[in-house]
């Protein structure tokens, strides 16, 4: 019988109840009008139930916040939920060495050789407070110990803001952001010195499978959309460093757990030793409910209540609506994906990225997202990924309001086109 946790559970049951007209959500520490957490609504419904769609309210496509999941936890209620008491794990010591969770390193080892997405076997796992605390620990972590010249930080464009914004902030003393890769891939081997090479595949804008440019020693994989909701799986990721995201996996972005694959032992020992000193490791509280949305992938895994055959089949549906406006605009075009052989659904799947990558054709619309902004669709501007500003990046993994709306206001953007 359960005593202590029964209130908890009551009150965690009220609050979900709260339906918010299914254009929103109200949480456990929302801010609370009448003692009651008020619904936090999606982008453009208003109203104390999330009731009231606004007009002319533009459709938000900036960010990828992954809430392209969250009906699939709903549906998943019993089995992901989790209580824990109030003196649940206050001691810093966790069951494994570097403030790991032995239970939850095994499952995401689990994880990778279900999913069939990556090589763990005789590799070392770091956590991270989200992949974002990881890529600097990495770069550190490949960065030479007292070298006369700091390392140099690299990516392909168009590539993910954050790998520059971060190298720029943090010390310089052992690495240096030196721009995109095509500066460098003919320059000598002699002047090469040490590159840490950023590389995303999927990459982040444009959804293509990529590998390293430079082929130097240090690259750091970033495979946060390698998972089979945005892409087929040819083959099991097998890098020498590789970092994957509860953000883009569950879509738990504000859990912060991202998790790094390490072949060699001492930039696996640098990279904990930068946890340890930079946070302590990760919150327990976090690497036990990460541990809990494990059990569940891996119980569902393959079957009809499967995450990726949720996932994929929400991303693919958004991707061919979208794809099937663009097609008949002569003023708009999106990047080409094809169609790939993937291990784990076991056949060739179309298409299915978190992002569109937009390009303006039209000699006049030279800022592409100045062009969707008028139209009402927020986008993330090509120059933030160092890219022509005749690109914008579109989200497609926030919720099925913001797709809706985006959609609404694309269709209503390429019929102007035809007047
Ligand atoms: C949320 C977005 N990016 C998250 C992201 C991250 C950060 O994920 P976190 O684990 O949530 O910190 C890391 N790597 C890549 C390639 C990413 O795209 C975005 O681009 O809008």
Not at 6 to 29: K, M, N, T, V
Not at 281 to 297: A, E, H, I, N, W
Request: hydrophobic fraction near 40%.
């Amino acid at each position: 019988t359960i005593s202590w946790s029964e209130s908890a559970a009551a009150e965690a049951e009220a609050i979900a109840a709260i339906p918010c007209s299914g254009h929103g959500r109200a949480y456990l520490d929302g801010i609370l009008v009448d003692g009651v957490p008020t619904c936090e609504c999606n982008t453009c419904y208003a109203g104390a139930d999330c009731s009231q769609l606004l007009p002319d309210c533009p459709a938000d496509a900036d960010s990828g916040d992954p809430l392209f999941l969250e009906p699939y936890w709903q549906q998943h209620a019993a089995s992901s939920a989790v209580v824990f008491s109030g003196w649940h794990r206050m001691s810093y010591r966790t069951t494994g060495d570097y403030f790991i969770s032995v239970e939850l390193e095994k499952h995401i080892r689990l994880l990778h050789e279900a999913v069939g997405n990556a090589v763990t076997d005789g590799r070392f796992i770091v956590f991270g407070s989200g992949s974002t605390q990881l890529l600097n620990a990495l770069v550190y972590a490949l960065s030479p110990e007292n070298a006369s010249t700091p390392a140099s930080v690299v990516a392909t464009a168009p590539y993910y803001a954050l790998y520059k914004l971060q190298t720029d902030l943090f010390d310089r003393r052992e690495y240096e952001w030196k721009g995109v890769t095509s500066k460098w891939v003919n320059a000598s081997v002699a002047s090469m010195g040490n590159f840490i090479e950023f590389v995303t595949s999927p990459n982040n804008p444009d959804g293509r499978l990529l590998q390293s440019v430079l082929g130097g020693s240090s690259v750091i994989y970033d495979h946060a959309y390698y998972w089979p909701h945005f892409t087929a799986i040819p083959a099991p990721a097998d890098e020498d460093v590789m970092i994957f995201t509860a953000s883009k996996v569950t879509g738990h972005a504000s859990s912060r757990f991202g998790w790094a694959v390490i072949k060699d032992e001492k930039v696996y020992q640098k990279a904990t030793e930068y946890m340890q000193l930079n946070t302590m490791g990760v919150s327990r509280d976090t690497q036990l409910r990460v541990l809990k949305l494990v059990k569940v992938m891996l119980a569902e895994m393959r079957g009809e209540g499967g995450i990726f055959e949720f996932g994929h089949k929400t991303t693919r549906e958004r991707w061919s609506k979208l794809s099937k406006v663009i097609s008949s605009s002569n003023r708009f075009s999106l990047q080409q994906l094809s169609p790939l052989y993937c291990t784990y659904f076991k056949k060739i799947i179309d298409p299915s990225p978190a992002y569109a990558w937009l390009k303006c054709e039209m000699e006049g619309d030279v800022d592409c997202s100045a062009v969707l902004r008028e139209a009402g669709i927020i986008s993330r501007a090509g120059a933030v990924f160092e890219a022509s500003s005749r690109y914008a990046r579109l989200s497609l993994i926030k919720t099925q309001d913001d797709v809706d709306l985006l959609l609404q206001r694309m269709e209503a953007l390429v019929s102007k086109e035809d007047v």
